[in-house]
């Protein structure tokens, strides 16, 4: 079973910037992403992918430009740095183990792991 841990997030003022990571305690399946998703009231919604061996990253449409993925493979931590931050970005940050069938779907049913989640607050 893998385990991942997150850390960051927290209260940042509107046109801000935030970052969250994700630790994870063993290799990443074959095959599978490192993935972001985020939830705002009801549903999850898939932001971004990472595959961890070729670096290859994949976003969605509503963060595409203003957030960045990125991974440290020597301390098994991907990060997903945020920018130009609005109120409407304010939700629990979360990121899981993925087949990578949820870049092109954005079910979070394809996901199997999950970090605990990580709250941001855009607010002034």
């Known amino acids: 079973q893998m385990s991942l841990v997150q850390t960051g997030g927290g209260v940042v003022q509107p046109g801000g910037s935030v970052g969250v990571s994700c630790s994870f305690s063993?290799?990443?399946?074959?095959?599978?992403?490192m993935t972001w998703l985020r939830q705002r009231g009801k549903g999850l919604e898939w932001l971004s992918s990472i595959n961890t061996v070729d670096d290859k990253k994949y976003y969605a449409d509503s963060v595409k430009g203003r957030f960045t993925v990125s991974q440290d493979r020597s301390q098994k931590t991907v990060y997903l740095k945020m920018h130009s931050l609005q109120a409407e970005d304010t939700a629990v940050y979360a990121c899981a183990l993925c087949h990578p069938r949820v870049v092109s779907t954005g079910d979070d049913s394809w996901c199997k792991n999950w970090g605990q989640g990580a709250r941001v607050n855009v607010s002034s």
């Open positions: 063993r290799a990443i399946d074959d095959g599978y992403y």
